[in-house]
């Protein structure tokens, strides 16, 4: 995962519109961030290693001075978590100077980067980003052409904001794997990954950029080139109704709050537990929790409280990171002792952070401890930005039921049904991608293809 903002607002500050519009997703990407400017078509770019906060303040702000604005935060998954991948990366071609932010993952990015290698392209990083930003500044046509060139060639999930000759740049892959919206402050245009970060800079919600769609915004305005025909079905993922997107976000006109509720609801229809309390592993699991209590009447109660200063423990990069992180991120309270407990989370990958917990809880007092979970077990790999790693590591991929909760050391286990799942993003099964759940890709990936192919040791 990645998060992506742009903005062209010549009458703005639009780097402090950006700085903003990224700290409303720094949950999608806590390794590096970066904004890119653009002033009178003259580049600028600042990006480094760490959180928004930690990589702006004021003064490195008030130097990014232009017409219009990209930024970007992220989450490796193709290309080491090094500061020569962190993005916006700017790409120096033969026809143009290109400034790139990506959200996605590429399945054929390194057939293209050999094509482009043999053909004397200069590449500096070993991110699939660059490779989409390489295509398009070295393409000997105009830029909408060459933006549409560089899609017809690329396979997997992009969802892209770039600069290029003073024009803000949005587009997004065919199949329409990781969102992107459009919208407008007043006169002005905006795109970003997820709606959320609208609300932040008091823009509004136009519309979705449509799969295979290119938005480009200069001083004529914005327009819109369809340049790629999509397929009849989409394949949105479905990952992200159940944790990626924050709550207050839409997705495909869908609150990913209210979707999270009606999965906790059917949860509780699919699975009832007999307990006393109804506990979330917040923040993601809190909105099924709340719909769990609510169906069977169960008080709900925070139970395990969050230290609101460590990130996302599932895109640490490193394992121990993630292990350290359970410890440093929750502790139960008192209320628990002596009571039987109803545990909801939004999903189980490795099954770390969920045994620590139950563990945790068991130490507590708690007598029973049933883990519900909002989602079916994850058993496949992704190709398309979501760093679910090998299927071996994945408790799920070749245990039962049953061999989980023991592994976990649950009293019970139960997991959200497919038809469930989907029921509650009110979303058809033929537009959402559930490769993950079912181990079913909605594109042809390469037996060979190895998702961390190009990478690096981490920095």
């Known amino acids: 995962m990645c998060g992506v903002f742009g903005v062209y607002a010549p009458e703005r500050d639009v780097a402090r519109l950006t700085y903003f519009g990224l700290f409303s997703l720094q949950h999608r990407g806590q390794e590096s961030a970066g904004i890119a400017v653009s002033e009178n078509g003259r580049l600028t770019a600042l990006r480094d290693l760490g959180l928004v906060t930690q990589v702006f303040d004021e003064q490195k702000l008030h130097a990014l001075q232009g017409q219009v604005a990209i930024g970007h935060t992220r989450y490796s998954t193709t290309g080491s978590s090094g500061w020569a991948n962190a993005q916006p990366l700017v790409q120096h071609g033969r026809k143009r100077t290109v400034a790139l932010g990506h959200n996605g993952n590429l399945v054929n990015a390194d057939v293209l980067r050999d094509g482009l290698r043999a053909e004397g392209a200069t590449l500096r990083g070993t991110s699939d980003s660059e490779v989409i930003a390489a295509l398009i500044a070295n393409a000997d046509a105009p830029l909408d052409e060459a933006v549409a060139g560089a899609m017809r060639k690329l396979q997997g999930a992009y969802s892209v904001v770039a600069l290029s000759e003073g024009t803000l740049i949005a587009f997004r892959d065919p199949l329409g794997f990781r969102p992107l919206v459009l919208g407008r402050v007043n006169d002005d245009w905006v795109v970003a990954s997820e709606t959320c970060a609208f609300d932040l800079v008091g823009a509004e919600h136009v519309r979705e950029v449509e799969r295979g769609e290119i938005v480009l915004v200069d001083g004529d305005g914005m327009r819109s080139v369809q340049a790629v025909e999509p397929p009849a079905n989409g394949a949105l993922c479905i990952f992200e109704f159940f944790y990626l997107a924050r709550p207050d976000t839409r997705l495909d006109g869908i609150e990913v709050h209210g979707a999270r509720v009606r999965m906790g609801e059917r949860l509780a229809q699919e699975a009832p537990a007999d307990a006393e309390l109804v506990l979330p592993i917040p923040d993601s699991g809190t909105p099924a929790a709340i719909g769990f209590s609510r169906a069977l009447g169960i008080p709900f109660s925070e139970g395990l409280i969050k230290n609101r200063y460590i990130g996302r423990t599932f895109i640490q990069p490193d394992q121990e990171l993630r292990r350290l992180g359970v410890r440093l991120k929750f502790n139960p309270l008192a209320e628990v002792a002596g009571k ?45 930005g979501i760093d679910l790693a090998d299927p071996q590591e994945m408790v799920a991929a070749g245990k039962t039921v049953e061999e989980v909760r023991e592994y976990i050391g649950a009293t019970s286990l139960a997991y959200l049904s497919h038809e469930g799942l989907v029921e509650a993003t009110r979303r058809p099964e033929s537009d959402l991608c559930r490769a993950c759940l079912t181990r079913q890709y909605p594109t042809e990936v390469p037996a060979e293809y190895a998702k961390l192919r190009f990478e690096a040791a981490r920095a």
């Open 340 to 384: 039987r407990v109803v545990v909801v989370d939004d999903s189980i990958v490795r099954g770390n952070t969920t045994r620590a917990i139950v563990q945790m809880l068991f130490d507590a007092g708690a007598t029973e401890v049933h883990v519900r979970i909002s989602s079916p077990p994850v058993i496949g790999q992704c190709f398309y």
